[in-house]
């Protein structure tokens, strides 16, 4: 019985096993398709000095702004900078008849890498502070601010020769474990082989690794002599935050991998590296979409 979790498992036949099911072919995992990203460093906010407002409008516009790009998945805080933090700088100028905003975005020493333009206001609207103006000086200024930061983030990247988007992962694989017969080894073995295939160097220690890539196997009691069997395959930074997951799911006639587990270890390895390797890919600031082929 094929059975549903976040992914459709299908049960063709393979024609080298026969009538045996292969329930693990046609799928890598949809939770691959839903992946954490890379945390960016957190940008500070900073009540500006030379706005042509208040303290009280200044403190109020920063926590505006800040808010505004939050919700653009932006990780702007109101804070005087560190020195590790990205920071916005607030200005304003003004000829009598106009007043200008803009918005500097300097990286950890002070260096300015780029100026967003803010929308001109009156003289009169900008010095009253009104929450409505500024709320609107901070919408309009946010996703200009994330436009420029995503710029700033993929050429500073794709400039750096160590970065991952210029080379390929190092991915730590442990070996596989729960599965019963000989399928730790031969689960490990098959994705060593394919994720390989895609690029990633793929090693047996944590040295020089960039990621960590566990396999976890569980096979259960199912109906009508049939067993459940649940592979995971949970991708991990060094300091154990995972980043990705990826779940195959069915249910097979029982003890069938009791003992030696063949091509079903084979299929099973590839789909699975498949999705591997599009999260490594997303994970590495790469576009993903198409098919995925091996190298």
């Known amino acids: 019985m094929i059975r ?3 992914l459709l498992l299908v049960l063709p036949l393979l024609a080298s096993c026969g009538d045996l099911p292969n329930p693990f072919i046609g799928n890598p ?15 500070a906010v900073a009540p500006p000095n030379n706005a042509l407002l208040s303290d009280a409008a200044a403190r109020e516009l920063a926590e505006l702004l800040a808010t505004a790009l939050q919700r653009l998945d932006v990780p702007a805080i109101v804070k005087q900078p560190a020195r590790s933090d990205w920071r916005v700088e607030i200005l304003a100028t003004g000829n009598g008849r106009l ?22 206001v009156s003289p009169e609207a900008w010095s009253a502070g009104r929450q409505a103006d500024l709320n609107a000086a901070a919408q309009d200024a946010a996703p200009r601010i994330a436009a420029a930061l995503s710029s700033i983030k993929v050429t500073r990247e794709r400039a750096d020769p160590n ?22 080894a031969s689960l490990t073995q098959q994705m060593r082989a394919r994720l390989a295939a895609y690029g990633p160097i793929v090693q047996s220690s944590a040295r020089g690794a960039d990621f960590v890539l566990r396999g976890e196997v569980v096979v259960a009691p199912g109906t009508s002599r049939q067993e459940r069997v649940e592979i995971q395959w949970i991708l991990l930074t060094l300091d154990g935050d995972e980043r990705a997951r990826i779940v195959q799911l069915n249910e097979i006639p029982a003890g069938m991998l009791d003992r ?31 098919p995925i082929q091996p190298r």
């Open 260 to 290: 030696n587990w063949g091509d079903i270890a084979a299929v099973v390895a590839a789909e699975a590296a498949g999705g591997v390797h599009e999260a490594l890919q997303r994970q590495s600031g790469r576009e993903v979409g198409g």
């Open 29 to 43: 995992g949809a939770t691959a398709r839903r992946l954490a990203q890379p945390m960016a460093p957190i940008l």
């Open 163 to 184: 970065n991952l988007y210029n080379r390929p992962a190092k991915v730590w694989l442990v070996d596989v474990m729960g599965a019963p017969g000989d399928g730790n």
């Open 99 to 120: 007043v200008a905003p803009s918005f500097s975005i300097q990286d950890p020493v002070g260096g300015e890498v780029s100026v967003v333009e803010g929308a001109v």
């Open 4 to 6: 549903r979790l976040v």
